[in-house]
């Protein structure tokens, strides 16, 4: 069964490896923050990163909180040197978490790259979104959890 929206935000469980620090889980689970599931391989993930560098300029200074999570879909993905490489490539500076065993993602019922999980201010999924058009489907929510 899928996280479903209202739900809480699960704990980071099983995570390898933090690169760029450890987030702080207390004040993540406290929300707002936006989990996003990606990995090296995945083409469809390095195209969207501009644009969460994008959301991570101007949803940042207003108070949400990013942590990306790296999953790999294949062997290859699990090299961390390799993840480390991408992570300066496409300007990642936001806690990421190896997730080589996939922990991570069990705990968020999830089996996509990208994926992104979107939680409000009190922990609680506000929405979920992969693929292509994922961050098409997650903007409105953003604007609306951030309208001033």
């Not at 707002?32 to 090296?40: D, G, Q």
Request: glycine share 6%; hydrophobic share 40%.
């Amino acid at each position: 069964m899928a996280l479903r929206k209202g739900a809480d935000m699960p704990d980071i469980t099983g995570v390898t490896e933090w690169l760029n620090g450890e987030p702080d889980l207390a004040k993540v689970k406290s929300g707002p923050t936006l989990v996003a599931f990606w990995a090296i391989s995945c083409h469809i993930c390095h195209d969207n990163m501009p644009t969460t560098r994008q959301w991570k300029a101007k949803y940042e200074p207003l108070g949400l909180n990013f942590v990306s999570i790296h999953m790999p879909r294949q062997q290859e993905d699990t090299d961390v040197e390799k993840v480390k490489e991408q992570i300066a490539k496409y300007g990642i500076t936001e806690p990421c978490g190896i997730d080589n065993m996939h922990s991570a993602a069990q705990v968020f019922e999830n089996e996509w790259v990208p994926a992104y999980f979107l939680f409000d201010s009190e922990g609680k999924m506000a929405n979920r979104a992969a693929g292509e058009y994922g961050l098409k489907m997650l903007q409105t929510a953003l604007e609306k959890m951030f309208e001033q």
